[in-house]
C-alpha cells in the first residue's frame, strides 16, 4: 500500500512543480524556512474558513492556521469586508489614522492594568526586538535572560540557543550555554544573552546572581509554543516576576503566538502575572501582518518621539492592518467565540487521548485553551525543550503525512509546533479530524 510522503508526493505534483520553480527564484523555494517541509511544501491555492486548497485541489482541515495567527479562520467575511472598506480610502499613508487609536484602546481594554500604552511594530520580530532595546535603554544595563528553545523571532540577540544546537555545544540539562544559532551573529549575541531551562527558577536565580546588577531583562513565553505547548508549572511564572521585581529588571511577556488568542487577555488573564512589557502579534492583526508591545507607561514614554529610544517603521499601524486587527477582536473573537473554540479543542484533544489509549500508543496530548501540542513518545508533559525533544519525532513525521494524505493539517510543520482552533472551526471539522486521526494512527503503529 503506498502511502507516507510516497503517497504525498503523487497527490501533490503541482505543489512539486511550484516549488522547484520557485526554488530557482527564492532561497529554499520558501519566504521562510519554518515553510518548507521536506521533500517540498505544500502550495496553497486558496481558503476558507477551516479549510485551505493547494495546487492540485487537495482540500484540507487547517490546524496550522499559519502558526496560530488565523485566529479568525482563513476569509472570515468579516475581516474581509473591513479590509474592503479601508482599502477603498486607501492602504497607506504614511501618516496617523483614527483606527491605531480605536485598535490600542481595545487591546488596552483586555490587558487591564498591565498595557496602559502600546506602539504597533509589522510583526512580532521587530516587536520583540524593540522591547529588548526599551529594556536595556530604560536600566541602563546590557544582560537579556531567555529561555532555551523558545523562540521570539529573527533578532540577533535572540537568535541564542532557540533548540537547534548539537548536544555537546548546548551544555549540561542543569546548566545550559548560550549558543548563537545562526551564522553572521557576532560575539555580542551570546555574550550579553544568558540562558536557562523553562520551569526551572533554579537556573532563573542563578543567572540573576551571575550577572549581578547587569540583567536588564527577562523575555519569555508564558507557556512554550516552540516546544509542542509547555505550560508552565504552578508558581513558576510568580517567581519569574519576583525576580524581576527585586533586581530592578524588565520582565517581558512575549505573547506573540498567545496574546487575544488562549484568552481575550492572553496569556496574562490566564496565568495572572504581569509583565512590565508585553510582545503581541499574530490574532491582534486578524490574518494581516501586525505586531505591537506595550505595557507600562513610564517604559513606553521612553519609546520616540517621546523619549531617546528609537522605534520607527514605515508600515507600522498601516490603516489596513489596524482595520482587519479592530475587526478581528471586536467583532470575532468574542467572548462566545474563546469559549467555543475551547469546547472544540478540548472535544479534539480528548478524542485524540481516547484514539491513542486504545491503540495502546505512548504519546501525550496537551491543551492550553484554544491551543495543544502532541509528543509522541512520551507519555507525560515535558518541562522544558529538552524533555519535549526527547520525544519520537520519526514518528512525527509518519503521522505529519499521514494526516496530510488524509485531507487534514494537523499542526505546524515541525514537530516542536503546535495546533490551533480558529473561530470557523466546527465540530464537523473535529469529527473528520478525529476520524482521520485514528486511521493514521492505526496506519503508524507499527
Not at 3 to 28: D, H, K, M, N, V
Not at 84 to 112: K, N, S, V, W
Not at 302 to 307: D, F, Y
Amino acid at each position: 500500500m503506498v502511502q507516507g510522503i510516497e503517497l504525498y508526493e503523487q497527490r501533490t505534483p503541482r505543489s512539486r512543480a511550484a516549488w522547484e520553480r520557485a526554488a530557482a527564484l527564492i532561497p529554499g523555494g520558501v519566504g521562510s524556512a519554518i515553510q518548507f517541509t521536506p521533500p517540498y511544501p505544500l502550495s496553497i491555492a486558496d481558503s476558507k474558513g477551516s479549510r485551505v486548497w493547494d495546487l492540485d485541489g487537495n482540500e484540507y482541515i487547517d490546524y496550522s492556521l499559519c502558526y496560530a495567527a488565523m485566529v479568525a479562520g482563513h476569509a472570515n467575511p468579516v475581516i474581509v469586508e473591513a479590509i474592503r472598506r479601508q482599502a477603498e480610502h486607501g492602504t497607506l499613508f504614511g501618516m496617523p489614522t483614527t483606527l491605531a487609536a480605536d485598535l490600542a484602546e481595545e487591546i488596552i481594554r483586555r490587558y487591564d492594568g498591565v498595557i496602559e500604552m502600546i506602539r504597533f511594530t509589522q510583526s512580532g520580530v521587530e516587536a520583540t526586538q524593540t522591547a529588548i532595546r526599551l529594556a536595556r535603554a530604560a536600566t541602563g544595563r546590557k544582560t537579556i535572560v531567555k529561555i532555551e528553545g523558545q523562540y521570539h523571532g529573527g533578532t540577533d540577540h535572540l537568535l541564542v540557543s532557540i533548540g537547534g544546537a548539537p548536544p555537546e555545544a548546548a551544555g549540561p540539562d542543569d546548566r545550559p550555554r548560550p549558543t548563537a544559532d545562526s551564522a553572521g551573529l557576532l560575539p555580542a549575541s551570546t555574550e550579553y544573552t544568558a540562558v536557562v531551562s523553562f520551569n526551572d527558577l533554579d537556573q532563573m536565580r542563578r543567572a540573576f546572581d551571575e550577572h549581578d546588577g547587569d540583567v536588564a531583562g527577562v523575555i519569555i513565553e508564558p507557556a512554550m509554543t516552540n516546544g509542542g505547548v509547555i505550560p508552565p508549572a504552578p508558581g513558576y511564572l510568580e517567581g519569574v516576576r519576583e525576580l524581576c521585581t527585586r533586581a530592578g529588571a524588565v520582565l517581558i511577556m512575549d505573547e506573540v503566538k498567545l496574546g487575544c488568542r488562549v484568552a481575550p487577555g492572553g496569556a496574562t488573564e490566564l496565568w495572572g502575572v504581569r509583565g512590565d512589557l508585553v510582545t503581541l502579534a499574530k490574532a491582534i492583526g486578524g490574518g494581516v501582518p501586525v505586531g505591537a508591545f506595550g505595557g507600562r507607561r513610564d517604559l513606553m514614554e521612553q519609546i520616540s518621539p517621546s523619549g531617546p529610544t528609537i522605534h520607527f517603521g514605515t508600515y507600522n499601524a498601516n490603516p489596513l492592518g489596524m482595520a482587519a486587527g479592530l475587526a478581528c477582536l471586536t467583532k470575532v473573537m468574542t467572548d462566545d467565540a474563546y469559549k467555543e473554540m475551547t469546547r472544540l479543542t478540548t472535544r479534539l484533544t480528548d478524542g485524540m487521548r481516547e484514539v491513542l489509549s486504545e491503540r495502546g500508543m505512548p504519546a501525550h496530548v496537551v491543551q492550553v485553551t484554544t491551543l495543544g501540542g502532541i509528543f509522541f513518545g512520551l507519555e507525560e508533559q515535558p518541562r522544558n525543550f529538552r524533555e519535549a525533544a526527547r520525544c519520537d519525532q520519526e514518528r512525527w513525521r509518519d503521522y505529519w503525512f499521514g494526516m496530510l494524505n488524509r485531507g487534514v493539517i494537523p499542526m505546524g510543520s515541525a514537530w516542536f509546533e503546535e495546533f490551533s482552533m480558529s473561530a470557523q472551526h466546527s465540530d464537523d471539522d473535529v469529527d473528520r479530524t478525529l476520524e482521520a486521526f485514528e486511521a493514521t494512527i492505526r496506519e503508524i503503529g507499527g
